[in-house]
């Protein structure tokens, strides 16, 4: 071993953390969340504010560009997503193969592989050369083309589950209008999206837009440092979202609360939770240990959407978990709240939208706040992630 390699891998302080509890991988400008407090800040604007004043092109400009847009640059983000949102036919024709009962991120990973394959400005042939690390007009024109092609094929999948067809994108619309025209969630009268559904849906994906290193966001980091394209390192994300702790959470809160069935269950439920036969989804979170400041603005929306919000089983029984676990000294002891997912699938299924698309709808928003940290990786120099494990047998 050389001296330099033995130092590197014998000398100074390691650390074993397993799940990174305690580990901070990377600086970053872009979010912070104060788990104790319940709050989220984007940039340098408290997420409420920003939810009462804006909609969502405004902070995934402000996420990504580190400002808030100017009227122009506004209408010239707009414009120039509606142009780069064509699907090549492969995609279209990926996205058909699959069975409609596929689970969504199936889809968007092989329709983002499509649409990466035929795309070389995106993701170009290796040829020794980085194209992306510190040259930023590179690294801007790949955001603005994965976030076009993320959406489109979102807008794709879903519109081969329901069977209905494609609609282009307008380039003057918004990008929450043009994701329910491109998949015909239109007011049958004006053709254009619903207005309340719209308000909505910009607030919801203004809470979903970025949450830090979520495990996902640390997934296309973690492919990131190995200088990968945009579009693979959003499909790093798609994978990671997936999973049951994390994204795929809301599918099994939705689950949870067809199999608990009525209000008057909850009870026997939770006693079940707390001998460890199940877990309860849509509670718990690693940050936050008060309140999950999401929370309020999915129960507002909620409430705006449906005027009887009780009267729909399932969200009575989600209210019962909220108020009886809220109670109860296992959950209390192990600072134990409800997290969005609890709430996001009714808003959601109140706008509408089947449950196998909801999850995409959120990633839809988070590949805005992925990428804000892509292009803020891309804008510093190189370092591969690269944890170190413990080895528990004998060593040779
Ligand atoms: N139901 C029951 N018990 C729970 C739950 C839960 N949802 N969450 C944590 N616990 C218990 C654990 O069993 C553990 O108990 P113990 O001390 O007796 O062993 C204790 O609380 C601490 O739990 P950890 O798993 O160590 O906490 P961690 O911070 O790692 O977990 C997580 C966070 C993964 C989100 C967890 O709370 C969980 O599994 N929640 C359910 C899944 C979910 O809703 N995920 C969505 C999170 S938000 C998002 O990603 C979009």
């Not at 209408?75 to 120039?80: I, M, T, V």
């Not at 609360?257 to 026997?268: L, S, T, W, Y």
């Not at 929370?295 to 929306?301: A, G, Q």
Request: include cysteine; proline fraction near 5%.
């Amino acid at each position: 071993v050389k001296a330099t390699e033995f130092k590197r891998i014998s000398s100074g302080l390691k650390i074993m953390d397993p799940g990174f509890q305690n580990t901070a991988v990377a600086e970053s400008e872009i979010t912070y969340i104060d788990g104790i407090k319940g709050t989220i800040q984007y940039r340098d604007y408290p997420m409420d504010e920003l939810i009462e004043k804006h909609d969502f092109e405004d902070v995934s400009f402000l996420l990504i560009w580190n400002h808030l847009p100017s009227q122009q640059e506004k209408l010239n983000y707009r414009r120039s997503l509606a142009a780069r949102a064509n699907p090549p036919q492969a995609v279209i024709d990926t996205v058909k193969c699959f069975p409609r009962d596929t689970p969504y991120h199936l889809i968007f990973t092989a329709g983002l592989s499509a649409w990466a394959a035929t795309d070389p400005t995106t993701v170009p042939i290796y040829t020794g050369q980085e194209i992306y690390l510190g040259k930023m007009d590179a690294v801007d024109e790949g955001v603005k083309r994965t976030i076009a092609a993320s959406m489109t094929v979102i807008a794709l999948i879903f519109c081969h589950y329901r069977g209905v067809p494609f609609t282009a994108p307008d380039p003057t619309a918004s990008m929450a209008e043009n994701i329910l025209l491109m998949m015909g969630v239109v007011d049958l009268k004006t053709s254009r999206p619903d207005p309340t559904m719209l308000r909505i849906l910009n607030r919801l994906w203004i809470v979903y837009a970025d949450h830090e290193m979520t495990n996902s966001t640390a997934a296309s980091l973690h492919v990131g440092s190995g200088l990968a394209d945009p579009m693979t390192c959003v499909s790093a994300a798609a994978c990671a979202l997936s999973g049951p702790l994390h994204g795929g959470a809301i599918d099994l809160a939705y689950k949870m609360f067809e199999r608990i069935g009525c209000k008057e269950n909850v009870g026997q439920a939770i006693e079940e939770v707390k001998q460890g036969k199940f877990r309860l989804f849509g509670y718990g979170h690693r940050i936050y240990k008060t309140v999950d400041p999401r929370v309020k603005h999915l129960k507002r929306s909620l409430a705006e959407l449906s005027h009887n919000v009780e009267a729909d089983p399932h969200v009575s029984v989600a209210m019962e978990i909220e108020r009886l676990a809220s109670q109860d000294e296992y959950f209390r002891s192990r600072n134990l709240n409800v997290n969005a997912d609890l709430y996001g699938c009714f808003v959601f299924s109140a706008m509408g939208f089947k449950p196998e698309i909801i999850t995409a709808l959120l990633l839809a928003a988070r590949i805005n706040g992925i990428l804000a940290h892509w292009r803020e990786q891309m804008s510093k120099p190189a370092n591969l992630w690269r944890p170190l494990q413990v080895f528990t047998r004998a060593k040779l």
